[in-house]
């Protein structure tokens, strides 16, 4: 059995690219380009001569109303800055309003760069934002059940709500991990999930290091499972999904933001090898 791998524009949301209808057009043409998948970053400063910051869900829900195929997603939201019973809201509605193509990249963020957590009062601690982040996922997954949810952890109470209308996806909208490839919090986090977005990635013989420990890991390493890399502009994907990529996302610098540039790279078309064998994955079959 051949498994394809899929291409994705994954842009920062920064001046030329601040404005929502402006990805709602990029992210129609990208489709119509044959594009599979169109990602965004989630931040809310950039050091200069970045100036201009959009939010990621009104971007996406603008670019799901000008398409029909593409899956879309913030790759990644940091989930402790978001209430999670806000987030449970914001993603059902985004799957709905999609018919069901959001994909959810979650991680920690941090204040490498432009310290948004510290200069917005957020929690700065990589462990404490881990802990918030896993306990988040606790509670968006009981909430897209549609069942009652009730929750009282250390970080978060959610006392008998019933969150309707449920996502399109079932039983969940899938969700990928980010973090960076060689630390093992994430990949262990990552195996409980959909996807991991290996962050740093140095060559492709680490992402099929990645894939065996996350397949150790996975209660079952035949289910379908989704590895997405970065890739820059041009760059040759097909030792990278030799090695068990499943998606390819073309990457763009907070600086190549220029929107005849992402245009460019868009209408350039995405450059994926032939169909691998799915017994070579790093993480079981693709997700449909």
Known sequence: MSVNPRSALWVPLFDDLADPLVVARLAAEAEETGWDGFFVWDRLTWPAPVERVAD???????????????????????????????????????????????????????????????????????????????????????????RPVRHRGPHYVVDDLTFLPTPVQR???????????????????????????????RHPEQLAEIG????????????????????????DPAAYVAAGATWCLTEFEPEETALDHVRGVLRDGPALPAPREATVSAGGARRD
Not at 56 to 85: D, E, K, N, Q
Not at 174 to 192: M, Q
Not at 215 to 228: E, K, Q, S, T, V
């Open 56 to 146: 990621p869900w009104i971007s996406l829900a603008a670019a799901a109303t000008a398409t029909c195929s593409l899956r879309l997603g913030p790759m990644v939201t940091p989930v402790a800055r978001r209430r999670p019973a806000k987030l449970a809201r914001e993603t059902a509605s985004l799957d709905r309003l999609s018919g069901g193509r959001l994909t959810l990249g979650v991680g920690l963020g941090g204040d490498l760069y432009g310290a948004e957590f510290a200069r917005t009062g957020e929690r700065a601690d990589d462990r404490g934002r881990a802990r918030m982040l896993d306990e988040a996922l606790e509670v968006l997954t009981s909430a897209w059940s549609g």
């Open 212 to 235: 065996e420990t996350i397949r150790g890991l996975r209660p079952d390493p035949a289910a379908p499972y989704d590895i997405a890399v970065p890739l820059r502009p041009g760059a």
């Open 171 to 201: 039983p969940r909208v899938p969700i990928w991990a980010g973090g960076y490839a060689g630390r093992r919090g994430p990949l262990r986090r990552a195996a409980g999930l959909d996807g991991f977005f290996p962050v740093e990635l």
